[in-house]
């Protein structure tokens, strides 16, 4: 059993005013596995306060005393993966075989960010003004369950990166992971005050970020629901916001894609991170006279994806989070079926012998139309669904009928033809057979996806303000 009581304010380590304790639930024994004290408004303000006075002085640091922090940042995190690892495992969900992957990129987000802080002109000439990048100011940070130490490290990264100081709320169902993250972070000996974490609800916590007149930015990851509500909060104080997130990610299979290729990759899209992730490629659209052959193939490739024990190595699916996460995917599959789609695999309940925790199976559903729930909103579980086309105009249409726009796949072996669809493509970013973007790349949502970017040098602009000065140089002076 775990006590997590303890907050992360100021450079240490200390008890909060809040006196709600929340139990932490592993979701593949639904035991409990310890319990955490939640920050409140008392706690919160504490932290902004801490980042306010930090700033003063954090923001005149050097592009070169950052760098220097960010290289400690990352090895402080990289000391410690294998109980990172354990850890995202045990309170999340994720399998042996994914958690190292999250692990790593935490600690390379520190990297990748000091790199293109080294090469960032924050300074520039524009005509006969002088135009100045400068630190936003304390930046509110609020990170979801489904990637933990992964959000907080890359969006910190970032802030430090401009001279911003933080306060982090991370999800209250992820306190065993944050903890030992903090730990990370803390090893790094950052300057007092430029570090806060406060764990606690959104409600609480996260309302008190959002309202503050001392938060200059919110940076948030989570749904889109609730992205809405930090952003007409922030309008009050003007308050710069960059949100990334719901999705229906379209995976379009073009008529020459390789199939031996293709849909065992679009079973991975959708089920990676045991379905939540805000990337699931979750609408598989495929050339109507393909149909059966992918299904048939679908249905084959899912026994390769096995639901189980996530610290099993070839435990491919884990549980979703939460009862409430698998009552919600439960309904969505009843949704399937009530509307008339295909059951192709998977189904309602749990798969045979893991009764014991909120696991749910993998379903794939074909035949699917654009008018039916499950083809419109984010389910954020291990459900795909299959819609068909005649031509790849009606493909792209099909992609594109969305209220989201953040990821989308291409399958084809034409290069050519899948970059002139891809460009049709309203989305943030598109992955043309599965292909990964570069970590630098911008990362961020057309449409209801979200505002602004993160990652590289679109992701530092995000923390910056921008300034023009004229006049400090008359015309035909000497420099």
């Not at 430029?194 to 930015?217: F, K, L, Q, S, W």
């Amino acid at each position: 059993m775990k006590i997590i009581d303890q907050l992360y304010i100021n450079g240490q380590f200390v008890k909060p005013h809040g006196t709600e304790i929340q139990d932490l639930i592993n979701p593949s024994t639904k035991e409990i596995i310890g319990k955490v004290t939640l920050a409140n408004e008392q706690d919160t303000r504490d932290a902004i306060a801490a980042a306010k006075k930090a700033f003063k002085t954090f923001k005149n640091t050097s592009v070169e005393e950052r760098a220097q922090m960010l290289q400690r940042l990352h090895d402080a995190v990289l000391a410690r993966t294998e109980e990172l690892n354990q850890a995202f495992i045990e309170e999340y969900g994720s399998t042996a075989m994914a958690a190292p992957s999250f692990t790593d990129i935490s600690a390379k987000n520190f990297l990748l960010t000091k790199e293109t802080v080294e090469e960032f002109e924050f300074t520039k000439q524009i005509g006969t003004a002088k135009v100045v990048l400068e630190p936003l100011g304390v930046v509110g940070m609020i990170t979801p369950w489904n990637a933990n130490y992964t959000y907080i490290t890359s969006k910190l990264a970032a802030a430090i990166a401009a001279g911003c100081t933080a306060v982090i709320k991370p999800s209250e169902l992820s306190a065993i992971q944050t903890r030992l993250i903090t730990e990370c972070l803390h090893e790094a000996n950052i300057p007092a005050g430029v570090i806060n974490i406060v764990t606690g609800t959104g409600a609480v916590v996260g309302a008190e970020i959002t309202r503050h007149p001392d938060i200059a930015m919110i940076s948030f990851t989570g749904s889109t629901q609730v992205g809405k509500i930090i952003a007409r909060g922030a309008v009050d104080t003007m308050k710069r916001v960059t949100l990334e997130l719901g999705g229906k990610s379209p995976n379009i299979m073009l008529d020459d894609a390789d199939l031996n290729h293709a849909v065992p990759l679009a079973l991975m899209l959708c089920f990676g991170n045991n379905g939540q992730t805000c990337m699931a490629g979750t609408r598989l659209i495929v050339p109507e006279h393909r149909l059966e052959e992918v299904k048939a193939m679908a249905k084959a490739a899912l026994h390769s994806f096995k639901v189980g024990d996530p610290r099993e190595a070839d435990t491919a699916i884990g549980p979703v989070v939460t009862q409430k996460q698998y009552d919600n995917v439960q309904r969505y599959i009843r949704l399937g079926i009530e509307e008339g789609a295909e059951l192709v695999a998977g189904g309602e309940g749990h798969p045979e012998g893991l009764e014991h925790g909120y696991f749910v199976k993998p379903t794939i559903f074909a035949k699917v139309t654009r008018n039916m729930t499950i083809a419109k909103e984010e389910i954020f579980g291990p459900v795909l669904s299959i819609l068909t086309y005649k031509t790849e105009e009606e493909a792209v249409e099909i992609a594109n009928d969305t209220i989201y726009g953040l990821a989308a796949y291409i399958s084809s072996t034409n290069l050519k033809k899948a970059s002139q669809i891809a460009s049709q493509i309203e989305s943030g970013t598109v992955m043309i057979n599965g292909v990964m973007g570069d970590m630098s790349a911008p990362f961020g949502g057309f449409k209801q996806s979200g505002i602004g970017r993160e990652f590289g040098v679109y992701g530092l602009e995000e923390y910056l303000e921008t300034k023009a000065i004229s006049g400090y140089e008359e015309a035909g002076s000497p420099e």
